[in-house]
């Protein structure tokens, strides 16, 4: 046992600092991630995003919502809060309103921010309040065992979708487009460095930005729908065309076709806080 | 100026700089003010997309480092629910204001009742503790919701409100005081070194000290049950650790909490207990029946919750009976009789919603009981 702890420190002191050492409370770690997830190389493209975008890293704020992808705030060494189900969104509206000068950052789920947190999502977009939302889509509910989500695609086997899904999901870039996002794209999990620089770029626009990153859930989606963790992979690479600026009606995500990523907006609105300030103070 | 808009000025002048609103009768009024007041002292009104969004807002708000509000009525204060429960247990100082209607469900959008008192004390799942006003008055509403917000910095949790239709609907003089007259108070802010700060260590009152984001305290905030640093942990200790803190740092403090006026109870026989626009009722009662040669009290609750369960112990010692006077059918009159602990026979005038009870019918009741 002793002999197994010392071989363990020595390797440990061998292992140079992980590169994102400072912005993860590594006291937290190990994680609740499952093997082969995608939420990690997401939530380490942010990392990687916060250090690289020049913001002063106490500015910075993450908000989650609830689900595996809501536990990202928790592992952050930010201001971070874990919110209710949904409600990730309208919290981090108040937090940004409330102090301006903070930068806000959503990170949560596609369950979260879209089923529950749908009516959120679209009038924090139509409001153009400035906030980063990233959405980790593994088409499913990952942390309740794999049910159907407003994400999965028609025909998917889930634990309440037995027969396979029978409802249409959502397009995510279209209706952040549609909800008059300021920004919008998206990556997979694979493309972790055009995923790392969007996310730089996301939050250095002062708007509604969104992000959408498709991430494998090898345990909950990929396994009732016959998918190993590196065919999901495989997918992103073989099955993916980069098309920025696409048409967002043709962003559907249907792996038979090609599947497309990029930045399909990026625009200038005012935001909200800029059009209160006009518009209600009249000093 | 109506309660409503009373409200909203108490508001203001106890320092509240973000409100996060949806519309709903009859508290509509409160958001309508705020949304041009606050932006001229610097505050920011926002109406959120539903009430759920609304009290979400005022706690980011409130992270933000603001004294934050809403304001509502019955089926917004029900959606509210989750997240007062989540301002319970990461103790998130709010205020939030129910105008109450007539319920359950849409019920009488025009009328008023005091028949959420129960939701407020128990609507969020789980066990916490919550502090609950009731004023009588447009201008009671004015101080009582300065108090709101030195109660909710003070103890770090939310606080309500519970005021109804009529007084919110009521036009009366409200007289507002020069603002060094008025007395404010501010979250108890952390000291000492960033890195070691602990979010929930309790200080001497049994409250911790709150930074807001952005203050360099990489604070992390959770709705799952967490340890004194702030981070989730899963076991029955934990969850012991944070109930006891949650709880003790209200019941530890209930002389400071709770605020009561006695009225003529020195020799009275018959205690009315009544709270809310039903004090103003009761107080006229009261007034009658001693001009009968009653001798009949009247004990007012201005906080509701935590409950002056001491109060009617003592008096149950030495009266015949209390008569508690509510717009709803026998909430708090259960929390009378449950602290009366039959030591004195416990009645309600109550009245399914919609109007105010009338003098007479407590009159009525007390002649029963002698």
Request: one cysteine or more; a negative charge.
């Amino acid at each position: 046992m002793s002999q197994a702890v010392a071989r363990h420190e020595a390797s440990a002191a061998a292992v140079p600092d992980h590169p994102l050492e400072d912005l993860i409370r590594s006291d937290r770690i190990p994680h609740i991630w499952c093997p082969g997830c995608g939420i990690g190389t997401a939530f380490a493209a942010t990392l990687s995003a916060m250090k690289g975008c020049g913001l002063d890293l106490a500015t910075l704020c993450m908000v989650s919502g609830i689900g595996c992808s809501g536990r990202a705030a928790g592992y952050v060494k930010l201001d971070s809060f874990h919110t209710t189900h949904g409600r990730a969104i309208p919290f981090a509206t108040g937090l940004k309103l409330g102090n301006p000068k903070l930068n806000v950052v959503v990170f949560s789920g596609d369950g979260d921010l879209f089923a529950i947190g749908g009516n959120h999502f679209i009038h924090a977009a139509r409001r153009n309040i400035p906030l980063t939302v990233i959405c980790l889509n593994n088409l499913n509910y990952g942390m309740t065992g794999g049910q159907a989500a407003a994400t999965t695609p028609y025909l998917a086997r889930t634990t309440t979708t037995p027969a396979g899904n029978h409802e249409a999901p959502f397009n995510l870039p279209l209706l952040a487009w549609a909800s008059g996002a300021s920004f919008v794209a998206r990556w997979t999990i694979l493309h972790i460095r055009e995923l790392t620089e969007c996310i730089q770029k996301a939050f250095l626009k002062n708007g509604f930005s969104f992000i959408e990153v498709l991430g494998p859930c090898p345990i909950n989606y990929g396994r009732r729908n016959k998918e190993k963790p590196l065919q999901t992979l495989k997918l992103y690479q073989e099955q993916t065309i980069i098309r920025n600026h696409a048409d967002p009606s043709d962003l559907e995500i249907d792996f038979k076709k090609k599947v497309v990523l990029g930045e399909f907006v990026d625009k200038e609105r005012s935001t909200c806080i800029e059009n209160y300030d006009k518009t209600c103070r009249l000093m | 100026m109506t309660g409503d808009e009373a409200c909203a000025e108490g508001a203001l002048a106890a320092g509240c700089r973000f409100f996060g609103g949806y519309p709903i009768t009859p508290a509509t009024e409160i958001a309508e003010h705020m949304s041009e007041r606050l932006p001229e002292v610097g505050g920011t009104f926002i109406q959120m997309e539903d009430e759920i969004a609304a009290i979400a807002s005022v706690l980011g708000a409130a992270w933000a480092g603001q004294k934050s509000m809403t304001a509502t009525s019955g089926p917004g204060f029900s959606l509210m629910m989750e997240n007062i429960g989540l301002a319970a247990c990461t103790e998130t100082p709010c205020v939030v204001v129910n105008v109450q209607r007539a319920g359950p469900s849409t019920g009488l959008p025009t009328m008023g009742a005091q028949a959420d008192m129960m939701q407020a004390r128990w609507g969020s799942h789980g066990d916490y503790e919550i502090i609950a006003l009731a004023p009588s008055s447009a201008q009671e509403i004015f101080y009582q919701t300065i108090t709101a917000f030195n109660l909710s910095e003070r103890y770090r949790t939310p606080v309500f409100i519970m005021t109804d239709e009529i007084i919110g609907h009521m036009s009366e003089k409200v007289v507002i005081p020069a603002a060094d007259q008025i007395r404010t108070e501010e979250r108890p802010k952390p000291q000492g070194r960033k890195d070691r700060f602990l979010l929930y260590k309790p200080g001497p009152n049994g409250v911790a000290p709150m930074p807001a984001a952005g203050e360099g305290y990489n604070v992390h905030v959770t709705g799952l049950t967490h340890d004194e640093k702030g981070y989730p942990v899963m076991s029955i200790e934990a969850q012991e650790q944070m109930m006891t803190r949650i709880k003790t740092k209200i019941l530890n403090n209930l002389d400071d909490i709770v605020i009561t006026e006695a009225h003529e109870l020195e020799d009275a026989e018959i205690v009315i207990v009544s709270y809310g626009i039903s004090a103003r009722t009761s107080m006229a009662a009261m007034q009658q029946a001693r001009a009968m040669g009653l001798k009949v009290g009247f004990l007012r609750l201005i906080t509701v919750w935590p409950f002056a369960e001491r109060q009617i112990r003592e008096l149950a010692q030495r009266v015949k009976a209390f008569v508690t006077v509510e717009i709803n059918l026998g909430q708090i009159h259960l929390e009378v009789t449950r602290a009366a602990a039959g030591q004195a026979t416990c009645h309600l005038v109550g009245h399914h919603g919609g109007a105010i009870i009338s003098p007479d019918k407590v009159i009525a009741a007390i002649k029963e009981v002698v």
